[in-house]
């Protein structure tokens, strides 16, 4: 059986037929290609898989071509430079630069996300020798498969491959069922290390709360007081200890907004505010006592206002539904924390998706408001 690759080379398709085996060859040969067997699994709980399994795993599904490879074809504007050089002075130009077209039509949109992949693992065989381009594009696989399609055994083939990204090949040894190999991982990075938020939300996710609550305070002594405060707040809101992630909370509104931090700062004030007044709420929430129908509610997110509808019905969860929104990068985040919310029937112990936090507790903080909103 044949199937067609089509390169947008100019304004026209030009197609040349290639056999399915030869291209199964290319696949291996370069290792290029993944599928997302993973992504439908549920969280794994401590170590349900060895460091074996996990690397035997990894390095079977990475040579393996998508089992939707066949439904996506190759789709990009023909006037984009497939070169994609490594730096440019130009100016931003989403039709032009690579990066630019996944930053601003890939990542925002869904529906394009399996093209995006296919996009760069295309430009992967075309940089086949350029070592340099070889290791930007397989780390930009591991983040496509990783943040996107939550592709976790996919991500860890390109993170590996491509040598970036330790904490995001963390999380997924972590998702793949292997704690220790996360633990691992986590140890090696200092109090200094640039994306200490990351850090502690992973401590936490992986359980260890203590681990996660002690890094923020030190990187709130260390002079970084309110996104540590924050991540100390959330880690607490994810291990049920609610009155303890007040606390922290009010010690985010209590750093002076002052200085050239001071936009940050109260960034991190606003997010504090939504996540307490959620928090207070979900103790009080009582699906029993809520009617059927449908309810709606808004809380701030990364760029603005997410607004949601929720369907309740025979007092329970039927269906959440983000209506509107100005995320640009918010990933796998909105399926991610429905699907968590409407299969726990509670907000309570959510996992904010990893990549896409800011976004993740917007849908969990407006929903909590429209439930509470409802109730009677």
Request: net charge positive; charged share 25%; with cysteine.
């Amino acid at each position: 059986m044949n199937k067609t690759v089509c390169n947008i080379l100019s304004n026209k398709k030009s197609c040349f037929v290639i056999s399915k085996e030869m291209l199964f060859f290319v696949f291996t040969i370069l290792c290029l290609f993944s599928a997302t067997v993973s992504s439908e699994a549920k969280q794994p709980n401590g170590n349900t898989r060895t460091k074996a399994e996990i690397a035997t795993l990894i390095e079977k599904q990475g040579k393996t071509p998508p089992d939707w490879w066949d439904s996506v074809q190759l789709n990009y504007p023909p006037t984009l430079d497939l070169n994609w050089p490594m730096k440019t002075s130009e100016q931003w130009n989403n039709q032009k630069n690579v990066g630019c077209y996944i930053w601003d039509i890939i990542n925002p949109n869904p529906d394009k996300w399996k093209e995006g992949v296919k996009l760069v693992h295309h430009v992967l065989v075309l940089h086949k020798d350029d070592p340099a381009k070889v290791k930007r594009d397989m780390n930009d696989l591991g983040r496509m498969y990783h943040d996107l399609l939550g592709d976790w055994a996919r991500a860890a083939f390109w993170w590996k491959k491509g040598g970036g990204n330790p904490l995001g090949l963390a999380h997924c040894y972590w998702k793949l069922g292997n704690k220790d190999m996360t633990i691992e991982i986590l140890k090696r990075f200092g109090p200094d290390y640039t994306r200490f938020s990351s850090i502690i939300r992973l401590w936490g996710e992986i359980g260890e709360y203590d681990k996660a609550i002690k890094l923020a305070e030190a990187k709130a002594n260390a002079g970084i007081p309110d996104s540590a405060y924050l991540a100390a707040g959330d880690i607490c809101r994810l291990a049920k200890w609610y009155d303890r992630s007040i606390i922290y909370y009010k010690k985010v509104l209590n750093v002076p907004g002052v200085g050239k931090q001071k936009d940050a700062i109260d960034r991190s004030k606003a997010r504090a505010r939504a996540n307490m007044e959620a928090v207070k709420l979900f103790d009080a929430l009582d699906l029993s006592r809520i009617p059927d129908g449908t309810y709606q509610s808004n809380t701030i997110a990364y760029n603005g206002q997410l607004y949601v509808e929720i369907r309740v019905a025979n007092r329970k969860i039927e269906s959440i539904k983000v209506t509107r929104h100005n995320e640009k990068q918010f990933y796998s985040s909105i399926s991610d924390t429905v699907r968590q919310i409407i299969e726990n029937q509670s907000l309570k112990g959510i996992d904010a998706t990893s990549g896409a936090t800011i976004t993740s507790e917007a849908i969990i903080n407006a929903t909590a408001k429209a439930l509470a909103n409802a109730m009677k």
